[in-house]
């Protein structure tokens, strides 16, 4: 056995250990075979969750007899927690628990949520008797007690969710030793390949599940995904001897926090021209646990104040350099955070409106009818191949020409990403005014009948949506992970998450505003397949997206 397999240099050298906490081996831990366990994890797990959402706005109008605008602001909100929760997950998991031992107690809580909805969906005391009215008023609503537990189920997935989701890719991440070239190498593949298998389970949920749901039942439907979560569960843990794990490195948010209050506490300081004079530990101490030393940058001066030396020795009152610019770099990110709030509102649109559209069309292929959320398939599809092309040929042929190993920067694969979008809402409401135009023609507004269009006119704006996410989706969440600090590298992976939920929020906020404005004041019917005014709200909220 070489030295290289067997000796001292076959140790990582990033800090990673197991879960006694001692050193691993490369050749023995980590890489793409702990990874394979946690990528397949993420498809049964996808499989799962978008077996839940993909159709849960009609399980909502059509079983819990809710209005669209109601049941698609149900929705939003929900996968906004989803969405929101991750940061309470990150923080555990870079402050206390490690991400392991919190993505194990979360995955807990998640099956428990997905098995009590499996219970709502199912037992008949659980939701209210059927009606086959087409104006959702004249049916039975559901009881407290029963909007309870089901809406106590989906937030009790959604806290599940919070501690799983940051930590499982970010811990996939981690498989691979930035000091070692050819691990280093391998990491730029591994969040291509990560959106591939989250996809890759998205597209099984929306046409295999979703169909189910429709046709079959939603005992079945709701049944399978829960069954998928255990399996997912068990499949990680299996891998538990293969994983590499970082130790946890304190709260992110406290670390941040001593550099701001020490920053403003010298806010009359004057910050020496030579970044030697701040104060910094020794480069020992930080090799000794496989973290980098930072130097001092000029950007956000102010926050230098806090590493400036003034007699006291407090956390709160004198931080290191590297303290200092792990603060930066979290704060950095905040811009890039902001400008994907409107895209994820976006997405938003695809198991809500988009598939309340799909209801109001043909959907029929000789005797079989699609299924509206099905289409999200097309998305899925859509993606998984802009994925393999934009791995296999794209970052190949730009790195010739660009000299960057990704192909092209980050920043410019997010751009590109953000130009997709605003051509799919541009044709999203071309092709809402030409279905609004064809009821109206055809006398279809008021009387809730089939509108005489194809589905498949929502196809281009579903498989643009699939290759948007190919950019800016795959590149957003390497973006936080790659810009974030090694201690801070859950709570960064957050900021990807935490996007597409303020994105929900904001899809029911535009939705709930443009009801109020269309209305005009008067009971709106919200009905989407029979009633002008959601007609109306339809349109104009893409136009206001």
């Given amino acids: 056995m070489s030295l290289a397999e067997g000796g001292v240099d076959d140790y990582t050298q990033d800090g990673t250990v197991?879960?006694?906490?001692?050193?691993?081996?490369?050749?023995?831990?980590?890489?793409?075979?702990?990874?394979?366990?946690?990528?397949?994890?993420?498809?049964?797990?996808?499989?799962?969750?978008?077996?839940?959402?993909?159709?849960?706005?009609?399980?909502l109008t059509q079983k819990l007899h809710q209005g669209t605008v109601q049941s698609a602001n149900h929705v939003t909100n929900w996968v906004g927690t989803i969405w929101i929760t991750p940061v309470l997950g990150a923080y555990i998991a870079d402050a206390h628990l490690g991400r392991y031992w919190t993505f194990v107690i979360a995955?807990?809580?998640?099956?428990?949520?997905?098995?009590?909805?499996?219970?709502?969906?199912?037992?008949?005391?659980?939701?209210?008797?059927?009606?086959?009215?087409?104006?959702?008023?004249?049916?039975?609503?559901?009881?407290?007690?029963?909007?309870?537990?089901?809406?106590?189920?989906?937030?009790?997935?959604?806290?599940?969710?919070?501690?799983?989701?940051?930590?499982?890719?970010?811990?996939?991440?981690?498989?691979?030793d930035d000091f070692d070239t050819k691990e280093k190498a391998h990491k730029l593949s591994f969040f291509n390949w990560w959106m591939f298998s989250v996809f890759f389970g998205t597209l099984f949920a929306n046409t295999v599940l979703v169909y189910i749901?429709?046709?079959?039942?939603?005992?079945?439907?709701?049944?399978?995904?829960?069954?998928?979560?255990?399996?997912?569960v068990a499949i990680f843990l299996a891998g538990t001897p293969m994983y590499r794990h970082r130790v946890p490195a304190g709260s992110p948010f406290t670390r941040m926090a001593r550099v701001i209050v020490a920053?403003?506490?010298?806010?009359?300081?004057?910050?020496?021209?030579?970044?030697?004079?701040?104060?910094?530990?020794?480069?020992?101490?930080?090799?000794?646990?496989?973290?980098?030393?930072?130097?001092?940058?000029?950007?956000?001066?102010?926050?230098?104040?806090?590493?400036?030396?003034?007699?006291?020795t407090s956390p709160w009152n004198l931080c290191s350099v590297t303290q200092v610019e792990e603060t930066k770099q979290m704060l950095r990110m905040i811009p890039i955070l902001i400008a994907t709030f409107v895209p994820?509102?976006?997405?938003?649109?695809?198991?809500?409106?988009?598939?309340?559209?799909?209801?109001?069309?043909?959907?029929?292929?000789?005797?079989?009818?699609?299924?509206p959320a099905s289409l999200a398939g097309f998305t899925t599809m859509s993606m998984l191949v802009c994925v393999m092309v934009y791995d296999r040929f794209f970052v190949k042929i730009m790195r010739r020409w660009t000299k960057n190993p990704r192909g092209v920067s980050l920043l410019h694969r997010i751009g590109i990403g953000l130009f997709f979008h605003i051509v799919i809402m541009s044709v999203a409401s071309f092709t809402e005014r030409w279905r609004l135009r064809v009821a109206r023609e055809h006398e279809l507004v008021e009387s809730g009948g089939q509108i005489p269009l194809t589905i498949f006119i929502l196809l281009p704006q579903f498989v643009l949506m699939g290759t948007a996410d190919a950019f800016l989706e795959v590149a957003k969440i390497e973006f936080f992970y790659d810009q974030a600090p090694e201690s801070m590298k859950s709570l960064?992976?957050?900021?990807?998450?935490?996007?597409?939920?303020?994105?929900?929020?904001?899809?029911?906020?535009?939705?709930?505003?443009?009801?109020?404005?269309?209305?005009?004041?008067?009971?709106?019917?919200?009905?989407?397949?029979?009633?002008?005014?959601?007609?109306?709200?339809?349109?104009?909220?893409?136009?206001?997206?």
């Fill in 492 to 545: 960064g992976t957050s900021y990807s998450m935490v996007t597409l939920g303020v994105g929900n929020f904001l899809s029911s906020f535009i939705l709930s505003t443009v009801r109020s404005f269309g209305g005009g004041g008067n009971k709106i019917q919200v009905h989407f397949v029979g009633y002008a005014n959601d007609k109306a709200i339809g349109e104009q909220l893409q136009a206001a997206i």
């Fill in 107 to 176: 995955s807990a809580i998640y099956i428990a949520g997905m098995s009590v909805l499996t219970l709502a969906v199912s037992l008949p005391g659980l939701k209210p008797p059927q009606c086959s009215e087409a104006n959702v008023d004249n049916c039975k609503k559901a009881s407290t007690l029963q909007l309870a537990i089901f809406y106590g189920a989906l937030y009790t997935l959604a806290v599940g969710t919070g501690g799983t989701k940051p930590n499982i890719s970010t811990m996939g991440a981690d498989q691979f």
């Fill in 18 to 59: 197991d879960l006694r906490g001692n050193p691993v081996r490369r050749s023995k831990r980590g890489r793409w075979t702990a990874c394979s366990f946690i990528v397949v994890y993420e498809v049964f797990e996808r499989m799962a969750y978008y077996g839940i959402s993909s159709n849960l706005v009609m399980y």
């Fill in 263 to 312: 920053a403003a506490r010298k806010w009359r300081v004057r910050v020496p021209s030579d970044p030697k004079e701040l104060y910094e530990l020794d480069l020992q101490e930080y090799a000794s646990k496989g973290k980098y030393r930072i130097d001092s940058t000029p950007t956000l001066r102010y926050l230098n104040k806090a590493c400036v030396r003034t007699g006291s």
């Fill in 213 to 232: 749901q429709d046709n079959v039942g939603w005992a079945l439907g709701y049944g399978l995904p829960t069954l998928g979560l255990a399996v997912s």
């Fill in 344 to 371: 994820s509102c976006m997405i938003a649109q695809i198991n809500t409106l988009f598939v309340k559209q799909g209801t109001t069309l043909d959907r029929s292929i000789g005797s079989f009818k699609i299924p």
